[in-house]
Every structure is written in C-alpha cells, then in structure tokens.
C-alpha cells in the first residue's frame, strides 16, 4: 500500500462537502469490522483541525504505536478514495464502471449483454463528448464482432464501425490540439503576468496564425469550441478590450447554458466563464452589472453544492476586486474580514494555489492602502514578495514600486531611500521596467528629495501626473493604472483629498 504524505489526509477531508463525509460515514458504519470505529474517529478528529498538527494527532492516539498511527492514516486515505468513488455520480464515473462491467463480460462470454451495455454507454459517452471512452467502447464493440466471427455482419455494416472509430479519433486529436495550443499559451501567462508591450503581444501571433483559431467552425466538439471560446477571450483580455473579452466570455457562458448536461457534468468551466465576465465589468466600470452577476454566481451554490468552497472564494475575490474599483476600501475591509471568519468557521480554503494567495493579497494590499492604513497594506505586500518570483512576477513587479509610496506616505525618508536602489535594480534585472514605473522611478529618486516646500512638492507631482496621463494613452502603458491608480494617487495629493474620494468620485463618472 503506498503511503501518502504527512497532511494527505488532512487535505483530502478538509476537501470533502457535508453530503460526501455523511456518506462516508454511514458507509464505513454499515461495515461491521471492529477497528471501523477508530477510523471515524481518525476522522472526525481531523476534521475538527483548523491546519494539520501531528503532535496533536499523537497525543490524541497516544496508545497506538507511532509507526501504526502511519498505517492506519494511509489506510483511512485509501478507505476514503475508495469508499468515495462510488458517490461520484459524474458521467465519466458511470463510463468507467461501464467498461469495468463490458471487460468482465466480455471475459465471461456474456456477448449479448456487453452488446446491449456497449450500446448504451455509446450513447452516454456521445452526448457527453467523452470521446476517449468512445473510442474504447467502440473497440470492444468490434473485439465483439471478431470473436463472434462477424455473423450477421455486412461489409457496410464494418465500414460504418472503423469510420465511426475514425471520427471519434478525430474529434479527440481536435480537442487535445486546441488543449495543446491554450495550455501552451496560458503558461506563459500565468508566469509573467499581463501583456506589457506590442513586443509581448507577439506571444498571440503563432497562435493567432494558427489553422484552429481561424474560425470556429474548425472546433469539431463542445470540448474544443470551449477552448476556442477561452483563447480569444484571454487574447482580448490582454488587448485591454474587455468589451470583445466580455463578448467571449459570455459565448462560452452561452455554451454551456445551452448544453446543460455538458454543463452539470464540468460545472467548473461554466464558473470560470462567468468569472471573467465579472472581472470584464469590472475594468469597464460596470459596477452594478459586476455586482449582480457577482450574486449569480454565489446562487450557483446551491445547484453545484460540492463546488461551494470554490464558489463562495471566486465571489470573496470578486467583490474585493469591485470594492477596490469602486473606492469602497473601508466597506471592502469589513466585507473582507467577515468573510474570512466566514470561510475559517466553514474550515474552507482561501487560497486554492500560490497564484491566487498572490492576487488576494495584492488586493487586501489595496484595500487597505485605500483605507490610509499603510502599516497593513505594507504586511500584505511582504506576504506577496515572500512567495516564488514565478508566481505572478507582474505583481511581484508593482508590489515593489506600492511599497515605495507606502514608505513615503509614512514619512520613512531613510528606507525609502534604500528602497529605491534595490527596486530600480530588480526590475531592470526582471526585464519588467517600463515606461510607467520608470517614471515613478525617477520622480521618486530625482524629485521627491530636492523639494524643500510644500508648494515645490505639489508642482512636481502636477509634473509626474501630467507625464503618466500622456503614457496612458498607450493601451499597454495604461494597463499599470489596473495594478494601481497611480494617476487618481497623485490627484489626491495635488487636491489635497483622500485617495478615496478620487476614487469613487471616477467610478462613478466612467460606470454612468
């Protein structure tokens, strides 16, 4: 039995909903092996854990040996799996069961029953686009026509079996090429951030020359109509035309509405296009629109409810995003701290990936800098700078130059001054200097020293919002004002009011 690590089994309970740790507990109850107890137990108690503690789980099972403690850990992780994989209702759970049933049949000699079974889960795996068990059906179907030494079968009748074989290999080549292409492109996404520059954008080109993308006629599947969908509103994203991103982002939506068992059966899809929908209200100012779709998607708890956790973190994420853009910091802070006791008391998880702890923090860095609480939003850009360079290097980037004007927001001359150095080197070294930060840069390390007034020091922060609102006239410039309103930061100081006030005073006057 190969063993799992330490917090495996934490990890996988703490994953489970209310209807899965119910069934698993009635089914392991209905077992009557004597050690069954202890295994409830076992789980029960690391059910109750915050974070895993193994010191706490040996004090707990103190008279059972250490070394058996680890058995009967691993063994509970695989009672849980396998218990569990009975519970998976999902098509594609039913097709492997399907194929076990075909396999042993077929070993029996049964042939007319693993005909009639063959027949049915062709059906299934056709109107699901499960092309792979397809293909696998198909195979023991024709298996089934040799051994049966092809009685009672016409030529046409074999022709039509290996065409069949044909298109659903085609259809599977189709989708893993388009999966090939995206997964290609979305890695070099994840790891660099937003597009930066018509050099960066060029990044599209192989993909946007490329046969499969030319129309979507050349998608061949649901599957593969959904990646087609995905690429454009990923490539429109990062052209800063959230108006086509959103237009994209809605096809898919539209996809998978009006193919509801597809939808029931990848659920997780349907929530992503809906997430970029509201991240695309967002940056068009659509505030209101962002905030009912928002609700929209918190509704779909309760007809996705294992994917609660996952629900309840994207709607947490966006309403952040909307009270960030929005100028609400103070409202975004007391929203921000009841839903995390929320998710704590609900033993949920925040963070699913380091990615995703890097955006949230950034966020909570926002909101309270917003707030003029800049000893916090300074500890949450520690937390963003603490993780790998790899991890959203863009924000990695922008945390660096926030922290600058967090340092002189505090007054804190001699750091700030350290500071500049070691940030002018890292983001030439990171190739990620551009025209907007250098010229933060520069008024920072040039200008904001040599002023000996306070009349001085408001010129030249006129001087430097003048110069950012020319570069933000390039899109790909403009697209820093998304990591942080330097320009609305710079206009509160000239006017002499909260970065707030600015704030919520333009969002009000771009979302109508």
């Excluded at 996988?12 to 089914?27: D, Q, T, V, W």
């Excluded at 967090?406 to 500049?420: A, C, K, P, R, V």
């Excluded at 942080?484 to 979302?511: H, M, P, Y």
């Amino acid at each position: 039995m190969k063993k799992s690590t330490s917090d495996d089994l934490f990890q996988l309970i703490r994953s489970l909903g209310k209807a899965e740790k119910a069934y698993f507990k009635i089914s392991v109850k209905n077992v009557s092996v004597d050690d069954k107890p202890f295994y409830i137990e076992l789980f029960d108690f690391l059910e109750k854990q915050n974070s895993y503690n193994e010191d706490m789980l040996f004090k707990k099972f103190q008279p059972i040996k250490i070394s058996r403690l680890s058995y009967h850990k691993n063994y509970l992780y695989n009672l849980i799996l396998k218990t569990l994989h009975s519970f998976d209702e999902s098509i594609s759970a039913r097709l492997r069961t399907d194929l076990n049933k075909i396999e042993f049949l077929f070993g029996k000699g049964l042939y007319k029953q693993c005909e009639k079974l063959i027949r049915k889960s062709k059906a299934d795996a056709k109107k699901h686009g499960k092309y792979l068990a397809l293909i696998e059906l198909m195979e023991f179907g024709a298996e089934l026509i040799h051994i049966q030494a092809y009685r009672d079968k016409t030529r046409g009748d074999i022709d039509n079996i290996f065409e069949e074989i044909s298109n659903a290999m085609t259809k599977c080549k189709n989708y893993n090429d388009y999966r090939l292409l995206s997964s290609r492109l979305f890695i070099e996404r994840i790891k660099k951030g937003f597009i930066r520059s018509r050099e960066e954008l060029k990044l599209y080109n192989v993909f946007l020359k490329h046969p499969l993308f030319q129309h979507e006629t050349k998608a061949k599947s649901f599957q593969a109509l959904n990646s087609y969908y995905a690429f454009y509103a990923t490539y429109y994203f990062d052209c800063l035309d959230y108006s086509k991103a959103y237009h994209y982002s809605k096809k898919l939506a539209l996809l998978l509405e009006n193919n509801p068992h597809l939808l029931k059966e990848k659920p997780d899809r349907y929530l992503t296009a809906l997430n970029n929908m509201i991240t695309c209200q967002n940056r068009l100012y659509k505030l209101n629109e962002a905030r009912d779709y928002n609700e929209k998607l918190n509704a779909l708890k309760t007809e996705f409810p294992k994917l609660t956790n996952k629900i309840e973190t994207d709607v947490f994420v966006h309403s952040l995003e909307t009270h960030v853009d929005s100028g609400q910091f103070k409202a975004g802070i007391r929203a921000m701290e009841g839903a995390q006791r929320k998710l704590i008391q609900q033993k949920n998880v925040l963070y699913r990936n380091i990615e995703e702890n890097v955006v949230v923090n950034y966020d909570f860095c926002r909101l309270y800098f917003g707030a003029e609480d800049y000893q916090k939003a300074s500890s949450y850009l520690n937390k963003i700078l603490n993780n790998p360079l790899d991890a959203r290097s863009d924000l990695h980037c922008f945390s660096k130059i926030i922290s600058l004007i967090i340092h002189f927001e505090l007054n804190d001359t001699e750091l700030l001054e350290y500071s500049i150095k070691s940030t002018y080197r890292y983001l030439l070294k990171r190739n990620r200097l551009y025209k907007f930060e250098d010229a933060i840069l520069n008024f920072i390390r040039k200008k904001i020293f040599k002023k000996n007034t306070y009349k001085d020091l408001i010129e030249a922060f006129k001087e430097l919002c003048e110069e950012l609102l020319k570069l933000s006239k390039n899109p790909f410039e403009k697209r820093a004002l998304e990591y942080f309103d330097f320009i609305s930061w710079l206009e509160s100081k000239i006017e002499n009011r909260s970065f707030a006030e600015v704030v919520r005073e333009k969002a009000k006057l771009v979302g109508g």
